[in-house]
């Protein structure tokens, strides 16, 4: 049971636009979500979090927004920059205090000059 | 300030061996969870720990285990090898209470091919 999806598991874009990456997840007691960047041969670099109690946060050219209603967050990256070429994990985390985060698949995002 | 170490970073293995994996998190840092990650399946949670204790575990077989010590480094062990646990076998560390509304910091992993 994947309790969190990227169903897009690959994207290209051009450089200099907006690059967007989704994810979807099914458990409503997740609290917390993050987005990681994965380099091939390199551990998942952390790129930016949002609490649920916020629906969107923003780090320079990262932004996540938070649908909490639809069980949806997204990543947008602008401008997209050819160093932006990776796999993007979403991950969540859960008011029961678990202890660990549930990462969806990743999406391969390649950004073409 | 240093980062999360895992040594090896590669290692070949034979089936129905075993092996220990290491990780040495961040100064400071009291939690150490790792997850296997496999083409296509994401990045699966294996277990964490806390001040040597184990507090969550995932859904994998008993030949999966693990150990924190007092200086919070903490062991990975896979007994009798399968092809399928050849995998990516990532570390992170994060600060004291866990991993609840706090990112977590990775190592570079442990690539483990079994034969």
């Known amino acids: 049971d994947q309790q969190v999806k990227q169903n897009s598991p690959s994207l290209s874009v051009q450089e200099g636009r907006i690059s967007i990456l989704n994810c979807d997840y099914t458990?409503?007691?997740?609290?917390?979500f993050l987005w990681y960047k994965k380099y091939p041969a390199e551990g998942p670099t952390f790129l930016i979090s949002?609490?649920?109690?916020?629906d969107k946060n923003e780090d320079g050219r990262f932004t996540v927004f938070l649908n909490k209603s639809a069980k949806h967050l997204s990543l947008h990256i602008v401008p997209s920059q050819p160093g932006d070429s990776a796999v993007y994990f979403c991950?969540?985390?859960?008011?029961?205090?678990?202890?660990?985060?549930?990462f969806g698949t990743g999406t391969r995002l390649k950004v073409l000059a | 300030k240093a980062g999360v170490t895992q040594t090896p970073r590669y290692l070949i293995k034979t089936r129905g061996q075993q092996v220990t994996l290491s990780c040495s998190p961040i100064?400071?840092?009291?939690?150490v969870s790792w997850y296997q990650q496999t083409p296509g399946q994401g990045l699966q949670f294996l277990f964490e720990?806390?001040?040597?204790?184990?507090?969550n575990k995932g859904n994998f077989p008993g030949r999966f285990s693990g150990r924190q010590f007092s200086n919070s480094r903490s062991e990975m062990n896979v007994s009798t090898l399968e092809l399928g646990d050849s995998a990516l076998y990532l570390c992170?560390?994060?600060?004291?209470?866990?991993?609840?509304?706090?990112?977590?910091?990775f190592g570079q992993g442990t690539r483990l091919t079994v034969v």
């Open positions: 720990y806390f001040s040597e204790t184990q507090r």
């Open positions: 992170a560390s994060s600060k004291g209470g866990g991993m609840r509304n706090t990112e977590a910091f």
């Open positions: 100064s400071g840092h009291r939690s």
């Open positions: 458990n409503s007691m997740f609290d917390y």
């Open positions: 949002i609490s649920s109690i916020k």
């Open positions: 991950a969540a985390s859960g008011k029961s205090g678990t202890y660990k985060y549930i």
